[in-house]
């Protein structure tokens, strides 16, 4: 298992976060909106995990 493979759900609603998925959210978000960086082309369960929170509703705002 690589650092950023981490296990995506379906449905986004369904999946309890923790502090340390806030935080890694909050991060990834600063580095890619403000920073330019981007993820590696391998990192695709981290893209499919960001996209995931990326899709709720408080994760909008």
């Known amino acids: 298992m690589k650092l950023y493979d ?4 379906p449905n986004p609603r ?5 502090i340390a998925d ?3 959210f909050v991060t990834l978000d600063f ?5 330019k960086l981007t993820l590696p ?3 695709t ?5 960001f996209t995931t929170i990326a ?3 408080g994760a909008q705002a």
């Open 55 to 57: 899709m709720r509703s």
């Open 6 to 9: 981490y296990p995506t759900a």
């Open 31 to 35: 580095a890619r909106s403000r920073l």
């Open 45 to 49: 369960t981290l893209r499919a995990w």
């Open 14 to 18: 369904r999946v309890r976060f923790s």
């Open 22 to 24: 806030i935080t890694a």
């Open 41 to 43: 082309d391998e990192a």
